[in-house]
């Protein structure tokens, strides 16, 4: 028999990917979970599996072409008796299967969020609404000398989302780094290690967040969610845009692990390999503007979350310490804050908790305050 294998919803509200590279040809063999091709939605890409076994028929869309939820991407020849694929049927109400029905939608499409992956009225009408973004979207499709990339078409669509609903507010102070360039300086001779001053600061946050929770939370409907756990987003320039991978659990990893996921996450983000999991769930954004200059920036919340932390440009300043006119390297350390939830005063007391964590990051590693 001949199983028709089309593009699946990929959560997360994707409508169109670009296929980046076919990983078979016609003729050739394929079994269950062999990856078939790779695409890039507006979030990473990702690697598409089959879902059957048996000989590749036909090829519909070459590396390069959009494609969207629901095309249909290539056929498999496969023996109906013996073969068997992971996917069970869908599990959906028989009202729901009508409504799907009605609609033209094919349920083995839809991606089901209730208990047991079962698809809910909420999928079906989410799907609906995907379909006709993608009929607009066919009525009018972009061309290859101006279609913009996909990552950037998602930046842009999230930065305007986030300007229109956030009312924000930032918050500047100045920070002396010397303290903490020291320790970072006695842990590299000790270990042997490049460590740069970012996982310092980004286990120094966590601590401050356990006492200021409210930065780290999430909006929905004009309300405010606490997340107990830390799953900082970082945000990484690379060649095809700036990622926000996200480090889980900041608050149980040390300096040392945290450096190691850094490393991983960045080297995946600028080899374009991140996966959807590897950007979700994150609580609270930092980025780090320093390496490329710039006095200092009033940086765009990454839309659910709440707050975003931005670090800029080390210089050395004079300032004044004791009376007397001293150089030290500064920083200018930045909050942006929707101020739907949270006033100023609680995000200058958190400022002021991490400028003396960042200042005395000894003690403040220890737990000792």
Known sequence: MLYEFRLHDLGEGLVNAEIMKWHVKEGE??????????????????EITSPVSGKISSIFYKSGEIVSVGDLLLSIETDGSR??????????????????????????????????????????LRYKER?????????????????????????AKKLSLAK????????VDEICMD???????????????????????????????????????????????????????????????????VIKNVEKKSVLQLAEEMKQLTKLAKENKLQPHDMQDGTITITNMGPIGGLFATPIINYPQVAIIGINKMQKRPVVIEDELQIRQMIYLSVTFDHRFMDGVEVVTFINLLKKYMENPEVSLLGIE
Do not use: C, W
């Open 83 to 124: 073969n068997k694929t992971k996917t069970a049927a869908p599990q959906i109400s028989p009202y729901l299967r009508k409504m799907a029905k009605d609609f033209g939608i094919d349920i083995s499409l839809v991606k089901g969020t209730g208990p047991n992956h079962r698809i809910t009225e909420s999928d079906i």
């Open 29 to 46: 063999n394929v079994g269950v979970d062999d990856i078939l091709l790779e695409v890039q939605t507006d979030k990473a890409a990702v």
């Open 131 to 155: 379909m006709e973004a993608v009929d607009h979207d066919s009525k009018n499709p972009p061309t290859n000398s101006d279609r913009a990339s996909l990552v950037r078409s998602a930046i």
């Open 179 to 245: 303290p903490l360039l020291h320790l970072v300086d006695s842990i590299k001779n000790i270990t042997q290690s490049k460590l740069s001053v970012f996982p310092f600061i980004t286990k120094l946050v966590s601590l401050a967040l356990k006492k200021h929770p409210i930065l780290n939370a999430v909006s929905h409907e004009n309300k405010v969610m606490i997340k107990e756990e830390h799953n900082i987003g970082i945000a990484v320039n690379t060649p095809y845009g700036v990622y926000a991978p």
């Open 164 to 171: 229109s609903v956030i009312p924000d507010v930032t918050t």
